[in-house]
């Protein structure tokens, strides 16, 4: 499984950005997808995933900064996955990646970068003001 994360840019605070990730190589439904971020000088950070309920759905988790202003969504038909950012600030400026999963990970896992299997290579977000 390769993961293509794509959409980072230069934007003024205010702005928005749409980032998307492109899942290729698996046949199967990913148990979850998720983006997490590292600026420069500290580490990599969970930011959102959406996480396979057990059930027909997924639902979505967030970072406690970004709630409100950030929305991950998926389309399990063409294996992709979307952060669209809004009111973006500053201190969001980082390298985001896009990770994966094959089955759902407990609510508290989700945050570690550890349980995910596959990575994208990151796309660079700068925020200016």
């Known amino acids: 499984v390769q993961l293509q994360a794509s959409g980072g840019g230069l934007v003024q605070v205010g702005g928005s950005l749409r980032l998307s990730c492109v899942v290729s190589g698996g046949t199967f439904t990913l148990g979850v997808m998720a983006w997490f971020r590292q600026a420069p000088g500290k580490e990599r950070e969970f930011v959102a995933a959406?996480?396979?309920?057990?059930?027909?759905?997924?639902?979505?988790y967030y970072e406690d900064s970004v709630k409100g202003r950030f929305t991950i969504s998926r389309d399990n038909a063409k294996n992709t996955a979307s952060l669209l950012m809004n009111s973006l600030k500053e201190e969001d400026t980082a390298v985001y990646y896009c990770?994966?999963?094959?089955?759902?990970?407990?609510?508290?896992?989700?945050?570690?970068?550890?349980?995910?299997?596959?990575w994208g290579q990151g796309t660079q977000v700068t925020v200016s003001s």
């Open positions: 990770a994966a999963a094959p089955r759902r990970i407990n609510v508290g896992g989700l945050y570690s970068s550890n349980r995910y299997h596959w």
């Open positions: 959406s996480n396979w309920n057990g059930g027909g759905s997924f639902i979505g």
